[in-house]
């Protein structure tokens, strides 16, 4: 505000005295310098005109009958609250005592007795500019709250939008324990998890560098991919493909997105694990052995698409297993003295998990022993996810109800993939996309996509790659078949899968068939042990005995053609 | 000041060196640092010696840095990393962009 012009506002001015002829003549000089003025004769007149005139400045006599200039000030200064109104004692006290006291009731300073016109003015010129001040400063402070009310209000709004596209998904389930702060997004932190097509799930935890809005921004498109991608079938290195590239198109050069993946496949008893920049994931075993995954890669949104490395590290697993994943802000809570929780907070804790806890209530318990505090901050991302038995797990929900546009019903459709495209593409969301357009399987699609799936993997890991399935049962193995399975995928040239689908009309509803073909050499169908009883399922030099009993169990019939490199499904729905 | 940068005697080797928490506040004078060293510049030495912490934000101007310097064939080394430092490098699996020694 311009000073000068400030200082030329009249004010309204209240005065107190109980002699007449000093309190004309304060009058008079305030009036002659410009302003209004009010007059008391008394503290207890001083106190009804300050209600009722909402004076500037108030000039109070220290010695006054009824209600002396101290009381006054102290009932003027409550009345006013916040607002500052300067209250000058007019006195000729000398005493310091006196003194001390008119400012210890809540008196601003002193004028002295006799009066001079100078020194009125330029007092009360003085606590004008003070009063001015201290008005700028709460007019700007209630504005600076009234903008980050606005501002939370707004990341309110921000967050019910984004709970709309990143729905929580299935963190609901019973083997899934998390604690993510609802405003959390606006830190930089997200958690989705999502139920698969045909059982299992994928869960992702991921920390933007960064904070606020760009933060929140650049989660919303993850969000939409993840989901999105999961109900489709897409498995977790599509969508770390998806993610990764879509971020380096939007994300400022600076800005990155570390993140976790996790696959979890409770049929086959098999983890999925991607972290790339997270802390180590932990894996407590049923039998309290426990392994760290670490980073093994750049975080998402930083390397093209060519350089991009969404190669997931197969764990083998089995019920009771606990996968534990966590945001840097599990390290970074701090105690009172500063220090971070860090790795071995972490490490600590998870040692001291003993068979009857859960690992999720050690490691919280931990962080809040340690911190001294009940509450978390917003950056705080803990998960904790359960092998489980496969029955009873959260499954995509099927859309009931025929839709009414009728899909295709009679129709024949082959597809076939071939050489180095075996090792880089995975063609199952395609092929489910094509017999989701038919409103009868649509409302199938779990059972479609295991179909699809177990014959897709059947023909690549056994028919092409000739991986004995045996392998997969112990440990040792476990490892060496999934490396010879990435290593096999570079020499696949000469080699194809070809799908062939069938679908008909029926009375009650309609028939798909489907044949999977691959340019394996087959198997000895004739003699496979789970061919000749459903009961003896564990091992075969081909099919795995629980992918055949699956599909034994889904379909209305299965051939083998060929030399067992030709199988043929037929699978009826019905209204 | 806690960014400092000097060349090596041939001009081609932009050196900067970081003191103290490596971290937001450092961004302006992290930019300023390179983007004003002229063309002669072919590669660089980001010197964390004196650098006592280092958080995502100081990735991610590291990365500013690689765009700046192009990209895929920038040629940038970060030496002398305290334990903590090395170890927050390591985990985002910045070695598989930058020279670490």
Redesign the interface.
Same mark, same amino acid.
Request: with cysteine; glycine share 12%; proline share 9%.
């Given at each position: 505000m311009d000073e000068s012009a400030a200082e030329n506002v009249p004010l309204n001015i209240l005065v107190a005295d109980d002699s007449d002829s000093d309190r004309l003549i304060l009058k008079a000089l305030l009036k002659r310098l410009g302003h209004q003025v009010l007059d008391a004769a008394n503290g207890h007149e001083a106190v009804l005109h300050f209600q009722e005139g909402a004076p500037d400045i108030v000039l109070l006599d220290a010695l006054m009958p009824s209600m002396d200039g101290m009381e006054a000030a102290r009932q003027i200064k409550r009345l006013a609250g916040e607002r500052f109104v300067p209250v000058i004692f007019v006195t000729s006290l000398s005493e310091p005592e006196d003194l001390a006291g008119c400012l210890e009731a809540g008196g601003d300073g002193f004028l002295s007795k006799p009066y001079n016109r100078l020194m009125i003015k330029a007092k009360i010129n003085a606590f004008n500019r003070m009063r001015l001040m201290h008005q700028a400063l709460s007019d700007q402070r209630d504005l600076t709250n009234e903008r980050n009310r606005q501002l939370l209000e707004e990341q309110h709004v921000a967050r019910r939008v984004f709970d709309n596209v990143a729905h929580t998904g299935c963190l609901d389930a019973a083997n899934i324990r998390y604690h993510a702060s609802p405003l959390s997004i606006f830190s930089g932190d997200v958690l989705f998890a999502s139920p698969r097509p045909a059982g299992g799930m994928l869960i992702f935890a991921g920390d933007f560098? #960064?904070h606020g809005l760009p933060a929140a921004i650049g989660a919303m498109p993850i969000a939409e991919s993840f989901y999105g991608m999961a109900s489709k079938g897409f498995d977790g290195s599509d969508i770390l493909r998806e993610i990764n590239q879509k971020l380096v198109r939007i994300l400022p050069?600076?800005?990155?997105c570390?993140g976790v993946m996790v696959e979890v496949d409770f049929a086959h008893n098999q983890l999925g694990v991607w972290n790339? #920049?997270?802390?180590d994931i932990w894996l407590i075993r049923s039998n309290m052995e426990q392994y760290a995954l670490?980073?093994?890669?750049?975080?998402l949104g930083?390397l093209s698409a060519d350089?991009f490395n969404a190669e997931m590290e197969a764990v083998r697993s089995q019920p009771g297993d606990r996968l534990l994943l966590m945001t840097?802000g599990v390290l970074e809570c701090a105690n009172r003295e500063g220090q971070l929780f860090g790795e071995q907070g972490v490490r600590n804790a998870i040692e001291s998990t003993s068979a009857g806890s859960h690992p999720f209530d050690v490691l919280m318990g931990s962080i809040k022993q340690f911190t001294g505090q009940q509450k978390f901050g917003d950056d705080l991302t803990l998960c904790c996810v359960e092998m489980v038995e496969e029955t009873g797990q959260a499954t995509l929900t099927e859309e009931v109800g025929l839709s009414t546009l009728a899909g295709p019903s009679q129709w024949h459709c082959d597809y076939e993939i071939r050489d180095n495209t075996l090792g880089e593409f995975n063609p199952l969301p395609l092929l489910l996309h094509i017999c989701m357009e038919v409103p009868g399987l649509r409302r199938k699609s779990g059972e479609i996509y295991t179909l699809l799936s177990e014959l897709y993997n059947n023909a690549l890991e056994h028919g092409v790659l000739r991986l004995p399935s045996d392998w997969k049962y112990t440990p040792a193995g476990f490892d060496r078949y999934y490396s010879e399975r990435t290593k096999r995928l570079n020499r696949v040239s000469g080699h194809y899968i070809r799908f062939s689908f069938q679908h008909d009309l029926m009375p009650s509803g309609g028939r798909l068939r489907v044949t999977c073909e691959d340019s394996g050499q087959g198997f000895d169908f004739q003699n496979h042990p789970v061919l000749q009883s459903i009961d003896v399922a564990q091992s075969g030099p081909r099919y795995g005995g629980r992918g055949l009993a699956l599909l034994m169990r889904l379909t209305e019939s299965i051939q083998f053609h060929g030399e067992g490199n030709q199988v043929e499904v037929v699978y009826d729905w019905f209204f | 000041m806690p960014i400092q940068t000097r060349r090596s005697h041939d001009g081609q080797c932009l050196i900067i060196e970081i003191e103290g928490r490596f971290d937001f506040s450092t961004h302006q004078a992290f930019r300023d640092a390179y983007e004003h060293s002229g063309a002669k510049v072919s590669n660089y030495i980001v010197d964390l010696s004196e650098a006592t912490y280092l958080d995502?934000?100081a990735? #991610?101007?590291l990365?500013?840095l690689r765009?700046h310097a192009g990209g895929?064939s920038a040629k940038i080394t970060i030496e002398n990393c305290n334990n903590d430092v090395r170890k927050i490098l390591t985990?985002?699996?910045?070695e598989?962009?930058f020279t670490i020694r």
């Open positions: 560098t #960064g050069k600076d800005m990155f570390c790339g #920049g997270l802390p670490p980073s093994r890669h750049l975080p930083i350089q840097d | 995502s934000s990735l #991610g101007m990365l500013l765009d895929d985990i985002s699996n910045f598989q962009l």
